[in-house]
């Protein structure tokens, strides 16, 4: 059965940084673009970054360009998102979406009818 689990999520203060993972299981990752997205209270998912299955292609929102890398170890089938310089506006739960792709696959679609595997999401609040 195909799973991801996020993990890493917490409190931290405005500025500080946070590395979540987006680990799988019941599947490989090789062939599958991932996505990181995250939904605040009373608001929709929305993109946040996503990375094509070799990792040779990246897409970010605008509002976390320059600030959050995504990455990924497909020996130890996780992506990874590191947050720096965290803005209390980036508070929200965060979940990873996977999709299928071909080999060879480049895309980075960032909308979330594009990907048809979640997570369950994990916490990340920034407040002093």
């Known amino acids: 059965q195909l799973q991801l689990v996020e993990s890493g999520g917490g409190l931290v203060q405005p500025g500080g940084s946070l590395r979540l993972s987006c680990t799988a299981s019941?599947?490989?990752?090789?062939?599958?673009?991932i996505g990181w997205f995250r939904q605040a209270p009373g608001k929709e998912r929305e993109g946040v970054s996503c990375?094509?299955?070799?990792?040779?292609?990246?897409n970010y929102a605008d509002s976390v360009k320059g600030r959050f890398t995504i990455s990924r170890d497909n020996a130890r089938n996780t992506v990874y998102l590191q947050m720096n310089s965290l803005k209390p506006e980036d508070t929200a739960v965060y979940y990873c979406?996977?999709?299928?792709?071909?080999?060879?696959?480049?895309?980075?679609?960032?909308?979330?009818?594009?990907?048809?595997?979640w997570g369950q999401g994990t916490q990340v609040t920034v407040s002093s």
């Open positions: 979406g996977a999709t299928w792709v071909y080999p060879g696959d480049t895309s980075v679609e960032l909308t979330t009818t594009s990907y048809h595997s």
């Open positions: 019941g599947f490989t990752l090789d062939d599958y673009r």
């Open positions: 990375i094509s299955s070799s990792g040779g292609s990246t």
